[in-house]
């Protein structure tokens, strides 16, 4: 009797095969062969930049930021002057090595991959970085994903808000977000570093960010004030003293409802988008009960045409 035998048992699959089956995965939506296929492909290619940085990418999408941080500090190390002329002289694998190291909490790590990419200062050290990296717009609960099989924070409706940056991936809420949104002033959120529209800040246009995590809830508690009879001077003035105590003040009256084309864009006043609320002066206060009912009533108490409304929202 004769034994057949097929051919192609026991064959080992060249890179650009797996490469293909990977890239017909994500096309495919099928992340856990996506993840298989990545695994095969650093085991054929274990000293390839490619290799780990699209693996590490995978890792970032996933969410899975101790392996993203592995990975990505071995593409780091395998850099060579080749991919730096195919990247424009940046290495986009030590970005995504500061995020996922911003969102563990290994600040040494962090340090040293915003060095590598370029980011001046920042020195050495396992300290949380605090530094001031200016005011950017973050799009919370984003709504479009960046990368394939992307798991995307979901706590309530897309809103996007100006946040003080700490470090080129994460910031502090500094506006008081719509409850919607199950974000609360002062939250510290990571974000990623890829320009997903604009926003005007002065008489500039700033890129938005998308937000990638929580990484703390403020716990502040968020309300509602319908004030009538207040100036914009009286309104600036609440605003500072609320400021001085650490609490949040945001004008809502002045929200709009964007069309998605001009949320990932540059907005554009032309479009026939929701108009702002217009009748009596809406804010979204943000503060702790006794501290932020002490405020707002010695403020109003000062101004006897003002009333103040005043409503715990959550």
């Known amino acids: 009797m004769r034994m057949r035998t097929w051919r192609g048992l026991g064959k080992r699959r060249g890179p650009g095969e797996v490469w293909r089956d990977w890239t017909a995965a994500d096309e495919a939506g099928d992340a856990e ?57 940046v290495n986009p694998a030590a970005w995504n090595l500061g995020i996922a190291a911003t969102a563990l909490g290994d600040w040494a790590t962090a340090r040293r991959a915003w060095t590598a990419y370029g980011v001046d200062g920042l020195g050495s050290g396992t300290e949380p970085i605090d530094g001031d990296f200016g005011l950017a717009p973050v799009r919370l609960n984003p709504d479009q994903p960046s990368l394939p099989h992307q798991v995307m924070p979901s706590a309530g409706t897309p809103e996007v808000v100006w946040c003080r940056r700490r470090s080129p991936a994460h910031a502090v809420i500094s506006n008081v977000p719509l409850p919607e949104s199950g974000h609360r002033f002062g939250d510290v959120i990571l974000h990623d570093g890829e320009p997903k529209g604009t926003r005007r800040l002065g008489d500039r246009e700033v ?19 319908a004030v009538s009879g207040a100036s914009q001077d009286d ?28 949320s990932h864009g540059s907005p554009d006043t032309s479009h026939d988008h929701p108009p702002a609320q217009s009748e009596g002066t809406l804010l979204g206060l943000a503060g702790r009960e006794p501290e932020l ?18 409503a715990l929202l959550w």
């Open 33 to 89: 062969r996506a993840a298989a296929l990545a695994a095969e492909l650093l085991e054929l290619t274990p000293r390839s930049y490619f290799s780990w940085f699209h693996a590490g990418l995978l890792s970032k999408a996933l969410g899975n930021w101790a392996e993203s941080c592995e990975r990505n500090a071995r593409a780091l190390e395998l850099f060579t002057p080749e991919d730096a002329e195919a990247f424009d002289g």
């Open 207 to 225: 890129a938005v960010f998308d937000q990638l995590q929580r990484l703390e809830d403020s716990g502040m508690p968020t309300w509602q004030a």
């Open 235 to 262: 309104l600036q003035e609440l605003s500072e003293l609320l400021e001085i105590r650490g609490l949040g003040m945001d004008d809502w009256s002045g929200i709009r409802a964007m069309c998605p084309e001009c």
């Open 293 to 310: 009912t002490e405020v707002v009533a010695g403020w109003a108490a000062a101004r006897p045409a003002v009333a103040v409304d005043l």
